[in-house]
């Protein structure tokens, strides 16, 4: 049986990012804000995308954030994801990378990027928006 | 007894006095918090504020906001069961001394038995310095468990770790139950 994966493609809110995944180029890009309330509500089609794409991933995985905000809510949610990656890194069936974004003149986005690459062991790319 | 008439032009005055550039006092809502954060938003850039100052106040903002909706999400469970006499509102203000330096009060209610835990936690955030900040919310970020409800107590330490001041507090007692909490954050 096969069973072709969807793509995940959320536009973003006052709240909360655009977000869009891509199974068969294992690509997924996350931008903008992402501070609602209740952030595991949210990321919930995120995780079971995720789940799905760690069954039948490509052979390199790149994951590009680029967040303006995003609140102690998100936080968990993002090292949560990061999570799911850092086993299918390890699993060796996929090469993961994380591109953390930032804007000019936003060093504590940039220390965030910093921080998840202390907490997970995944190669990130920490880079200023050109 | 005769009514007294509210004195607005006071109640503005203090205001100014105070140097409140927004406050609101009632239900704690997610679209409320949307408007705010917007207005905010909006206010900052017009004024031409520091684009580091901005990002600051923006994200300390969007954590005391947020935390005054997760205990007001706390307490409306307690208040369907036991307390029905608990008031629904809470409040928040922000202050503006000058160029570059905020303040961002919020108040709301709790129950007493959960004073002395937030105490000591807010003690515990204060005794710390960036680098010991640094450590802690990593710390908790990693260990803790996943909650329906906020970031598991990851808030107070960021708006420490992002404001670089000390968290002001206060808890006043309303009756057997409940305490009133006051959180101040300054920002410059």
Redesign the interface.
């Known amino acids: 049986m096969t069973k072709t994966m969807n793509d995940l493609k959320i536009d973003g809110g006052?709240?909360t990012p655009h977000l869009y995944s891509n199974a068969s180029a294992g690509t997924m890009e996350m931008k903008g804000k992402s501070?609602p309330?209740?952030a595991?509500e949210f990321y919930r089609p995120v995780f079971e995308w995720l789940d799905a794409y760690i069954h039948n991933p490509v052979p390199e995985t790149n994951i590009t954030v680029q967040l303006e905000?995003f609140?102690?809510?998100s936080?968990?949610c993002l090292?949560?994801i990061f999570r799911t990656l850092e086993t299918l890194h390890a699993s060796g069936k996929s090469k993961v990378s994380i591109h953390w974004l930032y804007e000019e003149?936003?060093?504590?986005m940039m220390e965030a990027g910093d921080?998840y690459q202390?907490?997970v062991k995944i190669p990130f790319v920490i880079e200023k928006v050109a | 007894m005769v009514k007294q008439m509210l004195n607005i032009h006071e109640l503005f005055n203090k205001m100014e006095e105070e140097q409140i550039i927004l406050s609101f006092k009632g239900d704690i809502t997610?679209d409320l918090?949307?408007s705010v954060?917007?207005i905010m938003e909006t206010k900052l850039v017009k004024e031409n504020e520091d684009?580091?100052i901005k990002?600051?106040f923006?994200?300390v903002l969007?954590?005391c906001l947020?935390n005054v909706?997760?205990h007001m999400e706390d307490l409306e469970e307690v208040r369907v069961l036991n307390l029905p006499d608990v008031s629904p509102n809470a409040i928040f203000i922000i202050r503006k001394f000058g160029n570059m330096h905020y303040e961002i009060i919020t108040g709301n209610h709790i129950l007493s038995t959960k004073v002395e835990g937030l105490k000591s936690r807010i003690e515990k955030i204060n005794g710390l310095n960036a680098e010991e900040l640094?450590s802690y919310?990593?710390e908790m970020?990693?260990s803790?468990e996943?909650?329906?409800?906020?970031?598991?107590g990851?808030?107070m330490i960021?708006m420490a770790r992002?404001s670089g001041h000390k968290l002001g507090y206060s808890f006043d007692r309303v009756n057997d139950k409940l305490s009133f909490f006051s959180l101040v954050v300054e920002i410059s």
Request: net charge negative.
């Open positions: 006052a709240k501070i309330e209740n595991v905000y609140n102690t809510s936080s968990k090292l949560d003149e936003d060093e504590d921080d202390t907490i | 997610q918090l949307t954060f917007e684009v580091k990002k600051k923006n994200h969007i954590e947020q909706y997760h640094k919310y990593l970020l990693s803790t996943f909650s329906e409800k906020g970031g598991a990851l808030g960021d992002k």
